[in-house]
């Protein structure tokens, strides 16, 4: 029962991390963009490629997972989104998909389709045992830890700093916060970039849980868009509190009742934007 | 956005089909379509067989019974309409006279219809379900069916200390066979299931139900899993310490797949499969098998996928040697009924009632050889019939 809960706790921990770029993105930009797990995949396999290939050591191809994709993000907004930025919802989708298949197309010609298998480093393995029936997966721990550790200091840099103020100000009014002389192309660059970069390294992490191939950003992508709609845009908690509920869920839908255990999720879905449609913590649309 | 998202996928897998059919007009030579999964998450079966059936025709020449065999492959990416269309864009605008692959069993069923109504032999080289011959006259098989890989292991379970079992399976028609033939055979031997976990096949996560079987506190874990699946849960089940807990790892030799056997790491070690083909297989036709394909493909090792494309090329020859070159539907499968053979897996025969396989089906055991993984085989079950009895 426990090791249920915990398992869930972990999984919806890592699908926040995977998520969280595109509640900020959508939030805070107002951009659709479902090429977002195509960052979470090459994150994903650029853990891969510096594990396997060149045999880096796990704990330090997580923090490349998180620049590569940071940087790719970078570039592609600045090159390619920012055009798109004013156009309509469906541009964007048309967008973004496109750099969908483009990426799945990529990955599968340089890295085959088939699932990518790691081995994470041996003080990472096994589980321990805690109470009878309760057993903790150290790497869920793990997992469990650092997505605190981001999830913490995320919401401390978008409360507490100059950045975070700058950034909800952009959001709210990008027209007078530039007249006050802030940048915000430069804030919503560095914003895409992180986003991307968590995906990215949300990625890499998921590698062990989830199944990595070419056709991950599309498979996951209903995940993120459940966390985005359930826990609504533009804020840390929203998502976190989505991704932990979806998590649980899915999990323990899949442990008690697994017949029907993969719908599970939708349900509850259903349930919470019956309840509340704009999201958990989502603030009603202020345009 | 969903809707827009299918609606996408299925306009770019029309242009990639449409790109793909066009070509070829000669008549001459004689065309055998060959279907499989060549990308997505099914590719290492479609790369496995393919290898197979290049190396065969390198090895035998690509002519027969004075005949040309050219070859006209195409990727179904694992999707049923796909194969069908496939099927039916080779037979009639391609004139392939012989349809083979088929990579799962859901792809196999898709293509059946077209060779009835075609007549045009149909041969299984890779889907395991049992009741697959009976979906169409013209079809051959020479992979395996999972009651033939299923019954042993149950056989030698109940024999070996290993009287609670909770079974694990993908829910599609290979997995429920092998749960039947396994449920049966092991119970009608006094063992006891204490749970069963049907696992969806798309996005399967595995560990709640590794974990619900380790709760179960069986003797051992039955696992059947599509070819390629088997480093996921061998992950889960070393992860949650199921070997600590005394729980054996046991199943037809799917999830110890030689193509990913050896990234499974330590985990593996131990597992005790019932199946038709181990790399590790001590025959002098294997180890020619084994080192040729791996000179063709640098760093591939042959697995039971492979070995199906290998003798579906073998049948095919075979039968044209005896039709002298004529592929007419009835007469191609009167041929095919009784053949027989020796194949780098043992000897092999087509059944001549049900046009499915009979072959040797080992007990194998995972052991490191040389600092590799590898099914290490440790007894047999002489031709097992298709139905595994």
């Known amino acids: ?287 | 956005m969903m809707d827009r998202l299918s609606f996408r996928l299925v306009v770019a897998a029309l242009a990639l089909g449409v790109l793909m059919s066009t070509g070829a007009y000669a008549q001459q030579p004689l065309k055998i379509g060959l279907i499989l999964p060549m990308t997505g998450p099914f590719a290492s079966t479609g790369r496995q067989v393919t290898a197979a059936v290049k190396l065969y025709i390198a090895e035998h020449g690509d002519v027969v019974a004075g005949r040309k065999i050219e070859v006209l492959l195409r990727d179904d990416t694992n999707a049923p309409e796909t194969t069908k269309r496939f099927a039916q864009e080779l037979v009639t605008n391609d004139h392939a006279e012989i349809l083979t692959g088929f990579g799962l069993t859901p792809l196999a069923f898709a293509a059946a219809p077209i060779a009835t109504a075609a007549k045009v032999p149909m041969i299984v080289m890779s889907a395991g379900t049992l009741v697959i011959p009976e979906k169409s006259p013209y079809i051959l098989r020479t992979s395996f069916t999972l009651p033939q890989q299923s019954a042993p292991i149950a056989a030698w379970a109940t024999k070996h200390g290993i009287n609670k079992v909770f079974t694990l399976v993908t829910d599609y028609a290979p997995g429920i066979d092998a749960e039947t033939t396994f449920n049966n055979v092991f119970k009608a031997n006094g063992g006891q299931i204490v749970g069963e976990a049907r696992v969806p096949a798309q996005n399967p996560d595995y560990a709640p139900f590794i974990q619900r079987a380790k709760d179960a506190k069986p003797d051992a874990l039955f696992v059947f899993v599509p070819s390629g699946e088997g480093a996921a849960v061998m992950k889960q089940f070393a992860e949650r310490g199921l070997a600590k807990a005394g729980i054996k790892l046991i199943g037809p030799g799917d999830v110890t797949d030689d193509d990913i056997l050896d990234s499974m790491g330590d985990a593996a070690i131990g597992t005790i499969t019932s199946h038709f083909y181990s790399a590790a297989h001590p025959s002098a036709e294997n180890k020619a098998y084994v080192a040729a394909i791996e000179k063709a493909n640098p760093g591939m090792r042959p697995n039971f996928m492979s070995v199906g494309g290998w003798d579906g090329m073998e049948l095919i020859y075979e039968v044209l040697k005896k039709t002298n070159g004529s592929t007419d539907g009835d007469k191609f499968i009167a041929a095919a009924k009784g053949l027989s053979w020796v194949s780098p897996r043992g000897k092999v025969t087509i059944d001549p009632r049900t046009r499915d396989i009979i072959q040797d089906v080992y007990m194998r055991e995972v052991k490191r050889v040389s600092g590799h993984l590898y099914n290490v085989e440790f007894d047999q079950v002489a031709s097992v019939a298709p139905d595994g009895k």
């Open chain 1, 1 to 287: 029962m426990l090791t249920v809960l915990f398992d869930g706790i972990a999984s919806g921990a890592l699908l926040f991390l995977l998520a969280l770029g595109l509640s900020i993105t959508l939030g805070i930009m107002n951009f659709v963009n479902l090429a977002h797990g195509a960052f979470a995949m090459s994150g994903g396999y650029v853990a891969v490629v510096l594990l396997n290939r060149w045999g880096v050591p796990f704990l330090y191809c997580l923090p490349v997972a998180f620049v590569v994709p940071a940087l790719a993000g970078v570039v592609l907004e600045r090159t390619l989104y920012v055009r798109l930025y004013n156009a309509n919802p469906l541009d964007q989708v048309l967008f973004t998909i496109g750099i969908v298949f483009a990426s799945m197309a990529t990955a599968s010609y340089f890295m085959g389709s088939q699932h990518q298998i790691i081995q994470v480093p041996p003080f990472l393995h096994g589980q321990f045992h805690v109470l009878a029936g309760f057993d903790i997966g150290i790497y869920r721990l793990f997992l469990l830890g650092l997505c605190g550790l981001i999830a913490l200091f995320l919401h401390l840099v978008l409360m507490r700093t100059r950045f975070g103020s700058q950034l909800r100000a952009a959001v709210d009014n990008g027209r007078i916060a530039r007249g006050l002389g802030i940048n915000v192309n430069r804030l919503f660059a560095i914003t895409f970039g992180m986003g991307s970069g968590l995906a990215g390294l949300g990625g890499a992490l998921g590698i062990e849980i989830l199944n990595l191939d070419p056709v991950f950003p599309v498979k996951f992508l209903v995940y993120f868009l459940i966390v985005v709609a359930v826990g609504g845009t533009g804020t840390v908690s929203g998502p976190l509190a989505a991704a932990l509920i979806l998590g649980i869920f899915d999990v323990a839908g899949k442990y008690y009742i697994s017949q029907i255990g993969a719908f599970i999720i939708y349900a509850v879905m259903i349930v919470v934007l019956i309840w509340r449609p704009q999201g958990l913590f989502g603030r009603r649309a202020v345009h």
